[in-house]
């Protein structure tokens, strides 16, 4: 049996909202996360956020360009050139896993350079209204609604 999925890519951006969680070595540790990626003509915003029993922690904004659109290996290449990092409760409240996440969103909005994000779409039914998607770097793989 073959199954052939239907992708809609368009260079102009994706509009996609992300729900996860981030597990630690304790319970308490335990993350929910919310990742919104907004793209206007080429403009983008990705807001990660991170919270405990809905209780805000922190909020990583990045703001670039949609530089190109790889059709071939369906990658959309960032340019995120501005941002800003906001913690509720101070860093010493963030779980260890999550740290080396803020330390390089730290790194990333000191550099005065622009820096290169891509957001590699693995699969993506547009009629069902989702998207798993990969950024690089990184590792972390999210399933994502279609806004």
């Given at each position: 049996m073959s199954g052939?999925?239907?992708?809609?890519?368009s260079e102009d951006g994706i509009d996609?909202?992300?729900?996860?969680?981030?597990?630690?070595?304790?319970?308490?540790?335990?993350?929910?996360?919310l990742l919104t990626v907004e793209t206007n003509a080429k403009q983008v915003m990705l807001n990660y956020q991170f919270s405990r029993k809905d209780n805000p922690l922190g909020k990583i904004t990045f703001i670039g360009v949609l530089d190109t659109l790889d059709v071939a290996s369906m990658t959309y290449r960032l340019l995120i050139d501005e941002g800003e990092l906001q913690l509720s409760f101070g860093q010493q409240a963030?779980?260890?896993?999550?740290?080396?996440?803020?330390?390089?969103?730290?790194?990333?909005?000191?550099?005065?350079?622009t820096a290169r994000l891509n957001l590699h779409i693995i699969?993506?039914?547009?009629?069902?209204?989702?998207?798993v998607i990969?950024?690089?770097?990184?590792?972390?793989?999210?399933?994502c609604d279609l806004d």
């Open positions: 052939l999925h239907y992708y809609h890519l996609l909202v992300c729900k996860g969680n981030s597990y630690g070595e304790d319970a308490s540790d335990d993350l929910e996360l963030i779980p260890a896993h999550m740290s080396y996440i803020i330390d390089s969103a730290k790194q990333v909005l000191a550099d005065p350079k699969d993506m039914d547009s009629a069902k209204g989702y998207a990969q950024f690089h770097p990184g590792n972390g793989i999210w399933i």
